[in-house]
């Protein structure tokens, strides 16, 4: 089992910058690759950003590309997302997500462990 738990959200201006970290429980953290989704009201869980169990090779979704990094600290058992230069439609709650198998994946169904979510608001 692995336990995940999502903090740094908050409301922020346009233009600003937030990072989300996601601290994992278990000693298999290393293994597995991790990923963030975000769900804004209305609408469909989608991917936004992945790395793999070594943090050697990520993926990113076209519309955070060039403005949010994900990266990851296993001595730690954390992963980060650091996002700048937040536009409104931005605003949604993050999900972090571990997949039990050490490539990066952006398909919801590939991630095998969930946290309960952060919520992040940009005004514009």
């Known amino acids: 089992q692995v336990q995940l738990v999502e903090s740094g959200g908050g409301l922020v201006q346009a233009g600003g910058s937030l990072r989300l970290s996601c601290a994992a429980s278990g000693r298999t953290f290393g293994w597995y690759a991790m990923g963030w989704f975000r769900q804004a009201p209305g609408q469909e869980r989608e991917f936004v950003a992945a790395?793999?169990?070594?943090?050697?090779?990520?993926l990113y979704a076209d519309s955070v590309k060039g403005r949010f990094t994900i990266s990851r600290d296993n001595a730690k058992n954390t992963v980060y997302l650091q996002m700048n230069s937040l536009k409104a439609e931005d605003t949604a709650v993050y999900y972090c997500a571990a997949r039990t198998r050490p490539q990066a994946g952006s398909e919801r169904d590939e991630y095998d462990y969930w946290g309960q979510g952060t919520q992040v608001t940009v005004s514009s």
């Open positions: 790395i793999n169990w070594s943090g050697g090779s990520t």
